[in-house]
């Protein structure tokens, strides 16, 4: 148990659905991530929070937006998405934005994108 | 920008066997180094870091890893392996001044032979 939960745990969406991703931090962390994992290739950097602020938007399309309303939780909201987006969503949580803080995952959300 | 190569994408060892996983990176300065394993249907764990100083790193379940600046390296290493060691070991290099954004490589997917 790493403290971060995620649910869903999987997912099957059509591409006109709307749906979204929650993440929950039990760790009293202030910081906050979302990355896409796709098969063989890394994992892609999202979204960063820091104390409810977002702190990076690494070229995310649109189609993807995320919520922070606390420190514990984390959304990711999806609208018309593309079978490309079908991937394990990670989200992650971090003491602080700090260089040498440790980064604690969950277990993902299983995406398919039919 | 920095980056994170893991040449091996499959290994298989025998139970008991020594193991050892490249990492390469590609950075400027002095990087922090991590690895992380994912084992089916979990997110990542921790399993060590390296920031500075004493070159071998000790981490969780017997493995450790050395940071050799020479070779830009970061291999993973484990004297015998168990069965519940099969999974996906990913690397990642994280830069000073990051913000704790870190960049991973593509994994090793590891079998292990009983």
């Known amino acids: 148990e790493t403290g971060v939960t995620q649910t869903p745990r999987h997912l099957v969406m059509g591409m006109t659905n709307k749906k979204s991703l929650k993440c929950e931090q039990h760790l009293g962390h202030n910081a906050m991530y979302w990355y896409k994992q796709s098969a063989k290739k890394p994992l892609e950097l999202m979204f960063v929070y820091s104390l409810e602020e977002r702190v990076e938007n690494n070229s995310v399309p649109s189609r993807f937006s995320p919520e922070c309303p606390n420190s514990s939780h984390l959304f990711l909201h999806l609208h018309t998405l593309q079978p490309e987006d079908s991937a394990l969503y990670l989200c992650?949580?971090?003491?602080?934005?700090?260089?040498?803080?440790?980064?604690?995952f969950g277990p993902g959300t299983r995406l398919t994108v039919t | 920008a920095q980056s994170v190569t893991q040449p091996d994408i499959h290994i298989t060892v025998s139970e008991g066997a020594s193991l050892e996983l490249r990492c390469n990176y590609s950075y400027g300065a002095t990087p922090y180094l991590f690895w992380y394993v994912q084992s089916p249907g979990q997110g990542l764990q921790l399993l060590l870091k390296?920031?500075?100083?004493?070159?071998l790193v000790q981490g969780i379940k017997g493995f450790e890893a050395e940071f050799k600046r020479s070779q830009s390296s970061f291999n993973l290493r484990k004297p015998s392996v168990h069965w519940s060691d099969a999974a996906e070991y990913f690397c990642a290099v994280g830069t000073t001044g990051g913000g704790n954004k870190l960049t991973f490589g593509t994994g090793t997917q590891l079998k292990v032979e009983l």
């Open positions: 992650a949580s971090s003491q602080d934005m700090g260089d040498s803080y440790e980064q604690y």
């Open positions: 390296y920031f500075s100083g004493d070159t």
